[in-house]
């Protein structure tokens, strides 16, 4: 059989084979084995690629699939605003036309401090792997919550089956299953009680870190949470369903405008806490349940604790006294519990209260009772085993009897208040716990001087001077204002006494820049109430301006006169305090 033959007889059999045929030997012809290969796989890769846009929608619903495209390339990652909530909202399984998506971002966009943002991909709910998808995301984009979920459809209705996950630790909703969506898809009403109680955990989640760590410089970083919750507040309190989980976010707030309030001087803040502290206690379930009063106690004690912070910046007795009935209050029923610990930390805070009552009202009674309530604090605090509450209370106790000390006239009780400052400082550092350790120099300071002025000589009044300086510089610029009058005045008092028996130009430099310094904050109510103002302040800088004149000229001293010159000039030609405000 000749060649034509054998080619006729192939293509009648089998046209596929002949035609195959005829393309390798072209190929080979034209390119060789290598090019009849290269172009094998071309076809091969071209071929793979048609697939793969064909069954794109099927192929990415799996979740290996996902894993190997970065969230970048399938979603183009928009900005998180941190002074608002941010939501994404992915794609629901079996949402035709992504209808309910829709409704879910048009409604979240008209809350006022929210931000919404849709992804354009699904996202498995019933494996682990949608879990991790989830997590994936949120941890991209910096967001708060990702919404995800399907529609469960049957005999032409609609349930949605959404999981709301919180962070990349936390799922707070899985498999939330709504009720019937009505005709024209309005979210059920679950689903913005499910929203309110999203944003509470959101708000405990974020907010609680910071609170727990109130012995450092916070408050900077508690004020933007705080405006974040503050406007979308309506929202989550319209909407909110448990109780006790509002009451939890209440508290929590409440403590974060309390260390505000503390830590900046504004009275706004202190009086906003107390508010909350109120509204937990009235959305408490008043139940006899060791959990509910243990709740119920704590709400008291740092509401005490508000009011008399409250009490003594604003000098008034009535929110003193209330501070102290809450903290009567606390103490009882942490006693009740069995909880010694919170009872002891009560008890301090009474002391505290009560000291602060008893020198407004120059009432020696109250002191004497603030000094039994922190010896009984201290029965149960130990240095070894509650190092910061036991400083507390050894610090609390110090300034009571240096209290007592001076008003009757005792100097043995401001001997004995320097020993417990002294053994409170054990507990603290300058590094761990800069605000106590601010606090406890401030103390010790105050009772070193009280003694230095009643004595001849300098060794007590150069201490209090020492401990003084410590003080301040464990006290950031900006931060605790009333603090800082205090501890200047006290400065500027000690150095002024010391000039005077030592007749040093240095001592009287620093004190005028204490009093100038003193003069541009506002006073706190118990300088105010002793009659102290800010004009008596500028003249005591004066006075220390003209003592200066009168020393021998020096190169330090002229520098010194120069710098006083000009910062009472700049203390002059603005209102007092413009820069610390106490609003």
């Known amino acids: 059989m000749n060649r034509k033959d054998k080619q006729a007889k192939i293509i009648s059999s089998d046209p596929a084979k002949w035609l195959k045929g005829l393309a390798y030997e072209w190929a080979n012809k034209r390119w060789g084995t290598n090019g009849v290969i290269a172009l094998w796989l071309s076809f091969l890769v071209l071929a793979g690629a048609v697939t793969v846009w064909w069954n794109w929608d099927t192929l990415m619903t799996r979740p290996w699939v996902k894993g190997l495209l970065p969230i970048r390339n399938q979603d183009v990652l928009q900005e998180v605003d941190t002074s608002r909530f941010s939501i994404l909202v992915a794609n629901l399984e079996y949402d035709f036309g992504n209808d309910l998506k829709h409704n879910i971002i048009v409604s979240l966009r008209e809350i006022r401090g929210l931000q919404v943002i849709a992804l354009d991909t699904t996202i498995g709910t019933e494996d682990e792997s949608g879990a991790t998808e989830r997590k994936k995301y949120l941890r991209a984009y910096g967001a708060d919550v990702i919404i995800s979920g399907s529609v469960i459809r049957n005999e032409g209705k609609s349930v949605p089956n959404l999981y709301w996950t919180v962070s990349p630790d936390i799922e707070a909703k899985q498999n939330r299953r709504y009720p019937l969506l009505p005709m024209d898809l309005r979210l059920p009403q679950l689903f913005w009680e499910d ?26 970083r ?13 929202r989550v309190t319209r909407t909110a369903n448990g109780r006790a989980s509002l009451s939890v976010f209440f508290f929590v707030l409440a403590d974060a405008y309390n260390i505000t309030g503390q830590q900046t001087g504004k009275l706004q803040a202190l009086t906003q806490s107390i508010q909350y502290y109120r509204k937990s206690l009235r959305v408490l379930q008043r139940k006899d349940s060791r959990t509910s009063r243990i709740i119920r106690a704590s709400i008291l004690l740092n509401l005490g604790v508000a009011q008399g912070y409250l009490g003594e910046m604003s000098g008034d007795a009535d929110e003193l006294m209330k501070g102290s009935d809450a903290l009567v209050k606390s103490s009882e029923n942490f006693s009740m519990l069995g909880l010694p610990l919170q009872y002891a930390v009560a008890q301090h805070n009474l002391g505290n209260s009560l000291r602060i009552l008893g020198s407004l009202q120059n009432e020696a009674n109250f002191v004497r009772r603030a000094i039994k309530a922190h010896r009984e604090a201290l029965t149960i605090l130990t240095l070894k085993d509650t190092p910061f509450y036991w400083g507390q209370a050894k610090s609390g106790l110090g300034v009571n009897l240096m209290t007592l000390g001076e008003m009757e006239n005792k100097p043995h009780l401001l001997e004995e208040a320097v020993l417990e400052h002294r053994e409170a400082l054990a507990a603290f550092s300058f590094q761990q716990t800069p605000i106590m350790w601010n606090n406890v120099q401030t103390n010790l300071g105050t009772s070193l001087a009280a003694i230095g002025f009643r004595k001849k000589g300098t060794t007590e009044l150069k201490e209090a001077a020492s401990a003084f300086r410590e003080a301040l510089r464990a006290l950031p610029s900006g931060y605790m204002p009333h603090q800082q009058a205090v501890i200047n005045f006290n400065y500027g008092q000690t150095l002024a006494i010391l000039s005077q028996r030592d007749s040093s130009s240095e001592f009287l430099c620093t004190a005028a820049e204490c009093f100038l310094k003193v003069a541009s904050y506002p006073l706190p109510q118990q300088m105010i109430s002793s009659g102290l103002n800010s004009n008596e302040l500028i003249t005591a800088a004066k006075t220390a301006l003209d003592d200066l004149a009168t020393l021998a000229g020096t190169e330090e001293r002229d520098a010194c006169i ?12 603005k209102p007092i305090g413009d820069s610390l405000g106490t609003k």
């Open 195 to 220: 929203l309110s109680l999203v944003i509470q955990l959101l708000t405990i989640q974020q907010l609680e870190p910071l609170r727990l760590s109130k012995n450092q410089y916070i408050a900077d």
């Open 562 to 573: 120069r710098s006083l010159h000009a910062s009472l000039i700049a203390i002059l030609n």
């Open 222 to 234: 508690l004020l933007p949470l705080i405006r974040k919750v503050e406007t979308i507040l309506p």
